[in-house]
Each structure stands twice: as structure tokens, then as C-alpha cells.
């Protein structure tokens, strides 16, 4: 079955220090990844795409189709940042499947 | 361009009874899901629309339907409203299929008594 896991439900660093948010997929056709982000009070929305190979707001986040992992990585953490973040994949077809998500608490 | 709106916000209703949710899509976007979000489930996908037909849908039961007017409007709705109905429903839009970038609206909270 298709599956997006986020290990960890809350995240919390201080600013200045990197940090990584775990998403695994299991999924046996070539999937597409998402992050989406929901700052406080705002609506979700999308942070980055896997085939759009882009960084925003200093997040990356690399396919590792080995490890079928889509970890979402910012060098620097900034107290914007803080934030529920959410792993997504699609399947063929279409159909949209979410991880519980992650809160990160950037400490200043 | 204006964004995803959703109506109503909030909702209160009584087990048995049944619910008409809302939801305008960005100008131009043709492709609607729509989400249900849980404290426990996380976000799960109810279905997609597109011109008008269901393209997509997810494990929910049969009390759960919607459907998409010709100018991409969308209603989802539920019938015999149960405690576990309780959630933030979601709607998103896309241009033409939910694999794109999908614009999320604000959600209508529903809570059933």
C-alpha cells in the first residue's frame, strides 16, 4: 500500500541550527513528492516539489529513490520557520496521500 | 486573483442529520479534491473532481459524496452524520490535475453533537 511516513511529530531547534524533517514513502511506481507547509493561522501550502529540484525560503529536499526518503533540509533554522509541515506523494492516478506531518519549533 | 473559498467556516450539527459543504476554486482552476483532517487520521483525501466527474476517490463510506457544477464549483456532502465526522474539511484547487500544486482553502470546521 502507499504509505508517507514522518517519523517524528515535533521538531524542535534552535535558530541558527540545521535542521532535517524525515519523510519515507513506500510507493512501487515512480512517485511525485511534496512538501507542504501550515504556518500558524495560514492555510496550507505547497513549500517545494521533488521534480521542481528548487529551494525556497532555504529548504531543500532530495529524492533518494535507494532510501525512498524525501527529507526536507534547511541549513539554517530561522523562528519563521516554525511551523507543521507535511510529506505528500501522488499517486498515478492522482490521488494525494499525506503524512501525519511534523511541527517544527525554531527556539530563539 | 482571489483564493480558495470555502463555506461555511463552521458547523455545528446533530448525529443523523446530514451536511452541504462549499467550495470555489481559484478563476481558471478546474480540478477540486477534497480533504479530511483529524487530530488522530492527519489529512485524508475524500475525492477529486474535474469537469464535472469524480476522477478520484479515497476510503471513505457511500455517505460521503460531492459533486462539481460547470464552473468548477464544488459541494461535498454527508449523510447521516456520525460523532467521527468531527473534522476540518478542506478543499483544493489546481489547474487541471490534483498532481500539480494544489491552493488549499481555509476549511470549514464541522462537529457533530
Known amino acids: 500500500a502507499q504509505r508517507v511516513t514522518q517519523p517524528e511529530k515535533l521538531l524542535s531547534v534552535f535558530k541558527g541550527a540545521p535542521v532535517e524533517l524525515k519523510c519515507n514513502y513506500s510507493y512501487s511506481g515512480s512517485p511525485e513528492l511534496f512538501w507542504y507547509v501550515q504556518y500558524s493561522r495560514q492555510r496550507l501550502q505547497l513549500l517545494l516539489r521533488h521534480i521542481s529540484r528548487e529551494s525556497i525560503k532555504g529548504f531543500t529536499a532530495d529524492l533518494n529513490k535507494g532510501e525512498t526518503s524525501f527529507h526536507l533540509k534547511k541549513p539554517f533554522a530561522q523562528e519563521e520557520d516554525s511551523a507543521m509541515y507535511y510529506c505528500a506523494l501522488v499517486r498515478q492516478g492522482g490521488k494525494l496521500i499525506f503524512g501525519q506531518g511534523t511541527e517544527l519549533s525554531v527556539k530563539p | 486573483k482571489a483564493g480558495v473559498t470555502q463555506t461555511p467556516r463552521y458547523l455545528i450539527k446533530t448525529r443523523g442529520q446530514q451536511v452541504t459543504l462549499s467550495c470555489s476554486p481559484i478563476s481558471g482552476h478546474r480540478s477540486v479534491s477534497w480533504y479530511q483532517q483529524t487530530p488522530g487520521q492527519g489529512l485524508q483525501f475524500l475525492f477529486e473532481?474535474?469537469?464535472?466527474?469524480?476522477?478520484n476517490k479515497g476510503n471513505f463510506p457511500g455517505r460521503f459524496s460531492g459533486r462539481q457544477f460547470s464552473n468548477s464549483r464544488s459541494e461535498m456532502n454527508v449523510s447521516t452524520l456520525e460523532l467521527g465526522d468531527s473534522a476540518l474539511y478542506l478543499c483544493a484547487s489546481s489547474l487541471v490535475a490534483s498532481k500539480e500544486t494544489q491552493y488549499f482553502g481555509p476549511g470549514t470546521r464541522l462537529l457533530v453533537l
Open positions: 473532481y474535474f469537469s464535472e466527474t469524480q476522477r
